[in-house]
């Protein structure tokens, strides 16, 4: 017994650094599929349906869980900002984008995580929070930039960094309203009503176009990379990552994110899709540093906990 809870914390950590290591992987593979016959909506649909069926596969072999009625409508809406504009707004800015700027913008979300937590959740803004907002802001603004002023696509695109962004903005609003909720529920149960609700929601306006698609001029390779982005990119990634969140603690799970460009990077100069320039170099460092004033600083909870212990 207790050697599985000494093992917990490290299950955990393994889980959430091969999550994000499989979504630094991610960028890159996914950039290359669809520069070579895959497109970002049907991208996309690939990630909403193959997840959908995964999950509702697996879920054969597991516990019959019961779902309120009530509660599968609110699956719907969180669908909607965890999976609908979080994959839309990712996916397509990717193939829009290089794969180095879309992972380097991945790293915000714990910026936009704590600005909702503060309009939602009424969480304290402390200076540390204010300055780490302001320094990753900057970051961002650098790389946003660097993409307006590039002649090569490999450094990047604006609209592709602005839906990125949009991507982080949507998971953690997601986060911020349905974080309670989702906890009620098994990981297999909650991914297969929300990836169930995203393709119903998804399909009916991509459908035509991904019937459009010209199949018999996608090479087995890309076939390959689409399989990696909706097997290991959506359905293991999900998986390794709720797990991951129920041992360990917001702000280490927030670090993690700094893995995903680690690996985008280095496999998108390995595979010449992209390339890294000084300014790209200076946002990484200023985004990473706002993330890491925010994620160090301190929650109401732990505020009210020091003033308890100081009375």
């Known amino acids: 017994m207790p050697e599985n809870k000494t093992n917990k914390p490290l299950q955990a950590h393994l889980c959430m650094f091969t999550a994000c290591a499989i979504w630094g992987l991610m960028a890159p593979v996914g950039k290359d599929a669809m520069m070579n016959g895959i497109d970002g909506l049907t991208m996309v649909s690939f990630r909403v349906a193959g997840g959908a069926l995964l999950f509702w596969l697996t879920s054969l072999f597991m516990p019959c869980e019961h779902v309120d009625g009530k509660d599968k409508l609110k699956f719907a809406a969180a669908a909607i900002f965890g999976l609908v504009l979080n994959q839309c707004c990712f996916t397509i800015g990717l193939s829009l984008t290089s794969p180095t700027n879309a992972s380097i913008v991945t790293t915000s ?80 149960t909650v991914n297969k009503w929300m990836f169930l609700w995203a393709t119903i929601i998804v399909w009916p306006f991509t459908g035509l176009h991904v019937a459009q698609t010209h199949w018999a001029d996608i090479s087995i390779a890309t076939w390959s990379e689409t399989a990696y982005v909706v097997f290991f990119g959506t359905f293991i990634g999900y998986i390794l990552i709720v797990n991951a969140q129920k041992v360990l603690r917001p702000t280490v799970v927030s670090i993690y994110n700094y893995v995903q460009p680690l690996v985008s990077v280095s496999v998108s100069l390995l595979m010449g899709i992209g390339v890294l320039k000084w300014s790209q170099g200076l946002a990484v460092i200023l985004v990473f540093t706002g993330v890491w004033m925010v994620t160090k600083s301190k929650s109401r909870k732990d505020m009210e906990k020091l003033k308890t212990e100081n009375q």
């Not at 002649?151 to 911020?176: E, H, I, P, T, W």
């Open 109 to 188: 979300m714990p910026i936009f995580a704590m600005l909702l937590s503060f309009v939602i959740l009424r969480e304290p803004i402390t200076w540390l929070k204010s300055g780490g907002v302001a320094i990753g802001c900057l970051g961002a603004v650098t790389l946003i930039l660097t993409s307006v002023t590039a002649s090569d696509n490999k450094v990047g695109d604006m609209r592709g960094d602005m839906l990125v962004m949009g991507a982080q903005l949507s998971y953690a609003l997601f986060l911020s309203l349905f974080n309670k909720f989702i906890k009620k529920y098994s990981i297999f």
